[in-house]
């Protein structure tokens, strides 16, 4: 499992005019190919009078699986273009359709790849883009004595205080980044004087929104 990764938020759209050619985007996120597939399909469905639904998608998490799909545009001038937006953001598990509905005025294979990859690029933008960090859980069990401190400490750090309950112990579930467990443990026992139990829990991937505007490489 990657520790982190970008993808998108899980669908959106948006649309634009060009030349008098409207070219509503289409964004999913997706896990397999056949949920692109069936997704690219369900597009094609509603859009069927469209001249043209063009698509790419990117899956898996070495991005095994990348397709393109022209759909009756000039060979390279619509899927190709998709597909190099998503590399160029490094979004995985992302399937995209681009609808056109041509406007009269022929836009030229330059025309065409802006056409496609501006639309791509607003309609996720418009989707949002999530970065999916690999969190573990630690289970902090302690005195009510040091729950203020406890507290107050954890909302000053990068950690994630999810859930308290209340029992014969305070128990505190807090996420940190996979890999950050030991640094987690030290960083709480300097902090309590060794007066807290703690233990790990789950491993799951938590989502945190990020500027879709910016780059989608760190």
Same mark, same amino acid.
């Given at each position: 499992?990657?520790?982190?990764?970008?993808?998108?938020?899980?669908?959106?759209?948006?649309?634009? +005019?060009?030349?008098?050619?409207?070219?509503? $985007?289409?964004?999913?996120?997706?896990?397999?190919?056949?949920?692109?597939?069936?997704?690219?399909?369900?597009?094609?469905?509603? %859009?069927?009078?469209?001249? %043209?639904?063009?698509?790419?998608?990117?899956?898996?998490? %070495?991005?095994?699986? @990348?397709? &393109?799909?022209?759909? $009756?545009?000039?060979?390279?001038? &619509?899927?190709?273009?998709?597909?190099?937006?998503?590399?160029?953001?490094?979004?995985?598990?992302?399937?995209?359709?681009?609808?056109?509905?041509?406007? $009269?005025?022929?836009?030229?294979?330059?025309? !065409?790849?802006?056409?496609?990859?501006?639309?791509?690029? @607003?309609? +996720?933008?418009?989707?949002?883009?999530?970065?999916?960090?690999?969190?573990?859980?630690?289970?902090?069990?302690?005195?009510?004595?040091?729950? $203020?401190?406890?507290?107050? &400490?954890?909302? @000053?750090?990068?950690?994630?205080?999810?859930?308290?309950?209340? &029992?014969?112990?305070?128990?505190?579930? +807090?996420?940190?980044?996979?890999? @950050?467990?030991?640094?987690?443990?030290?960083?709480? +026992?300097? !902090?309590?004087?060794?007066?807290?139990?703690?233990?790990?829990?789950?491993?799951?991937?938590?989502?945190?929104?990020?500027?879709? %505007?910016?780059?989608?490489?760190?």
């Amino acid at each position: 499992m990657l520790n982190k990764y970008f993808t998108v938020k899980p669908e959106g759209s948006d649309e634009i +005019i060009i030349q008098k050619s409207r070219f509503i $985007g289409y964004v999913k996120r997706v896990e397999t190919e056949e949920e692109a597939q069936q997704f690219i399909a369900d597009i094609k469905k509603k %859009h069927r009078d469209a001249n %043209h639904n063009c698509s790419a998608y990117m899956i898996g998490e %070495h991005d095994q699986i @990348q397709k &393109a799909n022209d759909d $009756g545009e000039p060979s390279g001038t &619509a899927g190709v273009p998709i597909l190099e937006v998503l590399k160029k953001r490094n979004l995985k598990d992302t399937a995209v359709v681009v609808t056109r509905y041509f406007g $009269g005025t022929k836009l030229g294979a330059g025309g !065409l790849i802006r056409a496609y990859s501006s639309t791509t690029s @607003q309609a +996720i933008n418009t989707t949002g883009v999530v970065k999916r960090q690999l969190m573990k859980e630690m289970i902090v069990k302690a005195d009510y004595s040091l729950l $203020g401190k406890l507290e107050n &400490a954890l909302i @000053q750090s990068s950690y994630i205080l999810d859930n308290i309950d209340y &029992a014969e112990f305070v128990r505190l579930s +807090i996420f940190v980044e996979k890999d @950050q467990e030991e640094t987690f443990k030290t960083w709480m +026992i300097d !902090l309590t004087s060794d007066q807290v139990d703690i233990t790990e829990g789950t491993t799951t991937y938590m989502e945190i929104d990020v500027d879709q %505007h910016g780059d989608s490489s760190n």
